[in-house]
C-alpha cells in the first residue's frame, strides 16, 4: 500500500486539525463537521491528482479551450457515521461520483473492552472495475476498513482502491497494509503514536462520531 501522510509539511491542514483536537473548539458541532470536510477536500484534491485524466475540447464563448479531465469512475464510500463529514467534502470535489454507504460499528460481547466490528448496512452502486475512495476520519486498529472491504467483496472488484482518513495510529495502518490490495493507496493527515486499552487513539481527538452528531 503507498501511504501519504499530508500533514507532515507545514500547511493550513494542520489549523483544520488542531481545531479537530482542541477540546475548546471541538464542542461547537458544525465547526467540527466542517473542519473534517474541509480535510476530506484537501485529501480528496490530493488524490485527484493521480486519477487518470483525458483531453476534452470545451468551448468558451471567444473559441474552445482543451483541458484535462479526469475520466475515472469514482464511488465514495463512507463508514457510517462518522465517515458523513468526509464523504462530503469529497463529494464537493467529484462531482460525478456515485455514492456508497456502509455502517460499521464496536460491538462488544462481553460489556468489557475487547470489541468487533459488526458490519450492518451497505447501500451501495457495484463496485466492478471502478475507482473505490473508502472514507472514515479515524483510523484506530483498522479493523472497520478491513471488514468494510470484505463486506463489499459480492459488490464486485473496483480497479483501485483509495482509504481516506483523518488521524491513524501506526498499529492500525500497520494492519490495513496487511489486508488490502497491494495497489490501494491510503491519504491520511496526520498520525498518531499509539492507542489506548479501548482502541482509542492517544492523544487522537476523542470519539469522532460522537462530536460530530451527538453522543449516542
Ligand atoms: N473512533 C473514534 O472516533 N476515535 C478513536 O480514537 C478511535 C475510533
Known amino acids: 500500500m503507498t501511504i501519504h501522510h499530508l500533514a507532515e509539511n507545514n500547511s493550513v491542514l494542520n489549523t483544520f486539525i488542531a481545531e479537530l483536537r482542541d477540546v475548546t473548539t471541538q464542542k461547537d458541532r458544525l465547526r467540527f463537521r466542517r473542519n473534517i470536510e474541509r480535510i476530506g477536500e484537501v485529501l480528496g484534491y490530493e488524490l485527484s491528482k493521480t486519477l487518470k485524466f483525458s483531453e476534452k475540447e470545451v468551448n468558451t ?28 467534502g469529497l463529494l464537493n470535489y467529484f462531482d460525478k461520483a456515485e455514492n456508497s454507504f ?40 483498522g479493523r472497520s476498513f ?32 496487511e489486508h488490502f490490495p497491494e495497489n490501494s493507496t491510503l491519504w491520511i493527515a496526520t498520525v498518531d503514536k499509539q492507542l489506548d486499552e479501548r482502541g482509542y487513539i492517544v492523544p487522537g481527538l476523542g470519539d469522532a462520531g460522537d462530536l460530530a452528531y451527538g453522543s449516542k
Open 61 to 88: 464563448p471567444l473559441g474552445t479551450s482543451k483541458i484535462n479531465l479526469p475520466e475515472e469512475n469514482v464511488v465514495i464510500c463512507s463508514i457510517l457515521r462518522a465517515g458523513i463529514p468526509l464523504h462530503n
Open 102 to 141: 456502509i455502517s460499521a460499528y464496536r460491538h462488544h460481547p462481553n460489556n468489557d473492552e475487547e470489541f468487533e466490528i459488526l458490519v450492518e448496512y451497505i447501500a451501495s452502486p457495484s463496485l466492478e472495475g471502478k475507482t473505490l475512495i473508502l472514507a472514515d476520519p479515524m483510523m484506530a486498529t
Open 146 to 177: 478491513v471488514n468494510v472491504l470484505k463486506a463489499l467483496e459480492r459488490l464486485g472488484k473496483p480497479e483501485k482502491i483509495h482509504l481516506v482518513s483523518v488521524i491513524g495510529a501506526q498499529e492500525g495502518i500497520d494492519y490495513v497494509s
